[in-house]
């Protein structure tokens, strides 16, 4: 919704000022011209782009028109690797086999849907749950892997935003393509009436004027926000990645986390108490259905 916001601002600002300058609307609607800056870029963008990046740009945009992780979404997060530590506690690692192998069917996961639905970041706890399965791994060994997928995954993410931002750092130029293209239209009708002769300088401007703004408002804040949600995202899997590792040490759960409470930013980190009372809850819940 934020973006939409941004989105009218920007519209809004230009348009209404150019207005309350004296300008004519209407010289503004140039269709070529948006042909030329719109087909050449998306053409740019798909001759510079992989098909999987493209594919991941398109899931990307489509996401964030959903909010990043909140507060409660960290509680969730917390409250669910708790359970997950104390099944490890009371049963001993070889417990979680079930869990890591099909966590569509866990019992633990089955009540964190929100975590479910984040692929990664499933995928990413249950193959780390499983190499401290296996065992024989040292715990600087297993901070190094986690090190390594999450490098991995932080570069695999950050292509489609790299990929917008070349594009919009392009459109400046195919604006003056267009212009210039506009200005031998222009040459041709030379020997017409000043009016027409204006009319179509105008419209060459604009190529310009849309290049440069589709640029500077559009195309490249939109890769820039697809940075932040990638460090988002990124935020989500340092807080499993801390919690396993802690749990790997030998820490007990309520500490692991503790830990994995505390990699996050303020604006998102659940305060010490609240994160207590919901594990606090979480393990009433659990002895009661294990009474039942």
């Known amino acids: 919704m934020i973006l939409l916001v941004g989105a009218v601002v920007v519209l809004a600002s230009v348009i209404v000022g150019f207005m309350l300058h004296g300008g004519n609307l209407m010289a503004l609607y140039q269709p070529s011209e948006f042909l030329i800056i719109g087909g050449a870029a998306l053409g740019q963008l798909v001759i510079s782009t992989p098909g999987s990046v493209l594919k991941a740009m398109i899931a990307n945009l489509i996401g964030m028109m959903k909010p990043a992780a909140t507060k409660d979404d960290y509680i969730d997060l917390l409250t669910m690797l708790y359970n997950l530590f104390r099944v490890a506690q009371q049963s001993g690692v070889m417990a979680l086999e079930t869990h890591a192998e099909k966590p569509k069917e866990s019992a633990v996961f089955a009540g964190h849907p929100k975590f479910l639905a984040r692929h990664g970041a499933s995928e990413f706890l249950c193959d780390s749950l499983k190499v401290m399965i296996m065992g024989g791994v040292t715990a600087y060994d297993f901070e190094n892997l986690m090190d390594q997928d999450l490098d991995v995954h932080h570069h695999m993410a950050l292509q489609p935003s790299a990929a917008l931002t070349k594009t919009g750092d392009a459109l400046p130029g195919l604006g003056i393509v267009a212009a210039v293209l506009g200005v031998v239209i222009t040459m041709g009708?030379?020997?017409?009436?000043?009016?027409?002769?204006?009319?179509?300088?105008?419209?060459?401007?604009?190529?310009?004027?849309?290049?440069?703004?589709?640029?500077?408002?559009?195309?490249?804040?939109?890769?820039?926000?697809?940075?932040?949600?990638?460090?988002?995202?990124?935020?989500?899997l340092e807080c499993v990645k801390t919690g396993l590792l802690a749990v790997h040490?030998?820490?007990?759960?309520?500490?692991?986390?503790?830990?994995?409470?505390?990699?996050?930013?303020?604006?998102?980190?659940?305060?010490?108490e609240e994160t207590e009372r919901a594990c606090r809850g979480a393990r009433k819940a659990q002895s009661v259905a294990q009474a039942a």
């Open 189 to 236: 009708a030379i020997d017409g009436p000043p009016a027409e002769i204006g009319e179509k300088v105008a419209a060459a401007l604009v190529g310009t004027f849309l290049g440069i703004l589709l640029a500077y408002g559009f195309v490249n804040p939109l890769g820039t926000a697809l940075e932040h949600r990638v460090a988002d995202e990124g935020r989500y």
């Open 249 to 272: 040490k030998g820490l007990p759960p309520a500490i692991a986390v503790e830990f994995a409470r505390r990699v996050l930013p303020d604006e998102v980190r659940p305060t010490f």
